[in-house]
């Protein structure tokens, strides 16, 4: 059997390009039907792998009935080093290999190739890397638009309050930015981002073009 993994972060994300883009990698690379193909799916937030779909995928690789693994990309697994190292590893052990499409990737447990598995882990850097600096970004904006005169006067933006004149994040600042930046990489419609902040088509679009003030 071959495993087909796939996760985005909430309830109103799709996950159908994950799982046609897994389904015809591993047809294509396997010379399987879609009877040989389990689709795993978790539709879960945060930065470790304590997701329902994983967990019941990792029991069954373990179970010896996978024979691979197949992801999209490194993110959609793992989102550190360590959670990609141990994921890797577990599989390999169990004589599974790992096929990682967008990074062009593939660790099969007879390779013995050190560049390989640095090659690998460097690939785990790259994602968490780029993570990091992700929110970093976010952070120096705030600090740069709270003394940003154009926002000091009119009605806060969206995710925003006025605290003496002055922007500051409002309580719903974060959902905000997660639900644009899933608008901005084509996961999440306009439409639907409006409705998920309770706010219009309109305000959503003045949001992206104001993107640095959300950290896009």
């Not at 099969?108 to 780029?130: H, I, K, N, T, W």
């Not at 000091?152 to 997660?178: I, M, R, S």
């Amino acid at each position: 059997m071959i495993a087909c993994y796939t996760r985005v972060s909430t309830e109103d994300q799709n996950l159908d390009r994950q799982i046609d883009a897994t389904q015809k990698y591993a047809q294509r690379t396997f010379d399987v039907g879609l009877d040989e193909l389990e689709v795993y799916r978790d539709k879960s937030t945060g930065t470790d792998t304590n997701r329902s779909a994983y967990k019941r995928m990792m029991s069954d690789v373990e179970a010896g009935a996978v024979d691979a693994v197949v992801v999209n990309s490194i993110s959609r697994i793992a989102r550190s080093i360590r959670d990609l190292d141990r994921t890797a590893e577990r599989i390999g052990d169990c004589g599974a290999e790992l096929h990682i499409i967008s990074e062009g990737f593939a660790l099969r447990p007879d390779d013995d190739d050190p560049y390989q598995r640095a090659m690998f882990q460097l690939l785990g850097v790259f994602s968490e890397l780029e993570a990091r600096m992700a929110q970093q970004r976010t952070k120096e904006g705030i600090a740069v638009r709270k003394q940003n005169e154009e926002y000091h006067h009119g009605p806060a933006p969206l995710g925003f309050e006025k605290d003496d004149g002055l922007l500051a994040e409002g309580e719903n600042y974060d959902q905000v930015c997660a639900v644009l930046e899933m608008v901005t990489k084509e996961n999440l419609s306009k439409r639907k981002a409006a409705k998920e902040l309770q706010t219009s088509r309109a305000t959503v679009d003045r949001c992206l073009d104001r993107g640095t003030l959300y950290g896009l």
